[in-house]
């Protein structure tokens, strides 16, 4: 800084026409001044006014480079890009966010950064807003001006790594973070709950059930105890998603239902999008599914998403939209529906590409090109066993064996039931290739 400040100090002396004996008048001395130029000495508060005043400029300009009035300027456009952003105009905000990443403030930039790493995660780009969030984390620690908060930053590398198919390195930061905010004292907070519900997301998507519902039931006891309604919300949430994989649907339900009446009002309308595409879901596994339910979630859900814009959840969204219209028997428009999800998503949100890819090759399997349907639920459950998202992989083997069952291929469908299996931890380790049975056992 120093420097800097100095050039440009030099610089308006030397515009008005001054010496160093001039500008330093009784205030400091003609070296001291020289020393300011040069760089060698970083002047007082009161030192460095006294100086602006004599050149006929602010102080935050001698430091910045940026005038007052450049710097009201550049917060309007901030909060220009912050409404772009909020009302679905995803690349306008983005363009604005990348000019005012260039300005010399620092307290600008990283607000625009912060609004950047938005921008990229609502356009699917996971990897380029998880890098720009991991630079923000020092200036967050620092307190900088400009900086977003602590935890937000740390709940949203959690939830960003998850989203992006990175699911060990997700549940790392998860818990670092975690950690981080015992540290500060701020357990038993909202800030605390949220990031822990967030967590349970993240071990539930490798398919640590355990792990998951023991956390679930800690954040859970805290936000009952905080009493707010977010808290409550954030906490019940993620517990109904992990309820749904233990096959306890009532009580996933129950959950979304509480969590979708506590957050209606609070939460922003992506999150609340987002949900309801969720439990969407848990509603077309029911017994039998409710179909018309989940579509006037699905619909509801669909009208915010395209209204903003947000790819990657238009993506999941299209996906259970594609489900439902297989559950109803409209094949070809399921096909249509979830090929388009997939196009959406494709390359750069590898977990959503697969979940749309799977119901993709449900539909095309019912469709009557069963060889082709498989290949692409064979493919895309082996992608998230390679995620270990165990849990979702030995689902969609479970799903392609039913339906080639119902169109009467019996023969492929015992391998997809094996590999459900396998995924869920249930091996055949006691038979081996050549044993045979010689005596029955009385």
Not at 17 to 23: I, M
Not at 39 to 47: A, D, F, I, K, L
Not at 394 to 418: C, F, K, M, N, W
Not at 421 to 442: I, K, L, S
């Amino acid at each position: 800084m120093g420097a800097t400040l100095g050039q440009r100090l030099r610089a308006l002396r030397k515009e008005q026409g001054l010496s160093q004996s001039d500008l330093a008048g009784d205030m400091v001395s003609p070296s001291y001044v020289s020393l300011i130029e040069s760089g060698q000495r970083s002047p007082e508060r009161e030192v460095l006014q006294g100086l602006a005043r004599r050149l006929g400029c602010s102080a935050s300009y001698l430091e910045s480079g940026v005038a007052p009035e450049e710097v009201t300027e550049q917060r309007l456009k901030l909060q220009f890009a912050e409404i772009a952003l909020a009302n679905g105009s995803t690349e306008e905000a983005h363009q604005q966010f990348a000019a005012l990443a260039e300005v010399p403030n620092p307290e600008i930039r990283l607000a625009a950064e912060w609004g950047l790493a938005r921008a990229e995660e609502n356009l699917g780009n996971l990897r380029g807003a998880v890098k720009r969030v991991e630079g923000l984390l020092g200036a967050a620690r620092s307190g900088v001006p400009g900086a977003p908060q602590l935890w937000n930053l740390l709940m949203v590398r959690c939830r960003m790594y998850r989203d992006a198919g990175d699911f060990a390195r997700s549940i790392e930061v998860g818990e670092q973070a975690l950690k981080e905010l015992h540290e500060l004292g701020l357990e038993g907070t909202e800030e605390e709950i949220k990031l822990g519900s967030t967590l349970v997301g993240a071990y539930w998507t490798r398919g640590d059930l355990f792990s998951a519902q023991e956390l679930a039931g800690q954040v859970i006891e805290r936000a009952e105890k905080l009493g707010t309604a977010t808290a409550r919300g954030s906490a019940y949430w993620n517990a109904s998603v992990v309820a749904a994989s233990r096959g306890q649907l009532a009580v996933a339900l129950d959950l979304a239902t509480k969590t979708l009446a506590l957050l209606s009002e609070s939460s922003d309308d992506r999150s609340l999008a987002r949900m309801r595409t969720t439990y969407a879901k848990f509603l077309l596994r029911c017994d039998p599914p409710r179909v018309d339910e989940a579509e006037a979630q699905l619909d509801r859900a669909y009208e915010v998403l395209s209204e903003m814009g947000l790819e990657p959840s238009l993506a999941r969204c299209e996906t259970e939209r594609a489900r439902s219209a297989m559950v109803r028997g409209d094949v070809a428009g399921a096909v249509r529906l979830a090929e388009h999800a997939a196009a959406r998503c494709a390359p750069t949100d590898v977990a959503d590409f697969e979940h749309a890819r799977i119901v993709w090759g449900l539909a095309l399997v019912l469709s009557g090109q069963a060889e082709l349907g498989a290949d692409y639920v064979n493919g895309a459950a082996e992608r998230l066993e390679e995620l270990e998202s165990h849990v979702e992989a030995a689902q969609a083997y479970r799903d392609l064996a039913e339906a080639l069952l119902q169109v009467g291929q019996t023969d492929s469908a015992i391998p997809a039931l094996r590999r459900a299996a396998d995924c869920a931890g249930a091996r055949a380790v006691w038979v081996r290739p050549g044993m045979a049975v010689t005596e029955a056992v009385t």
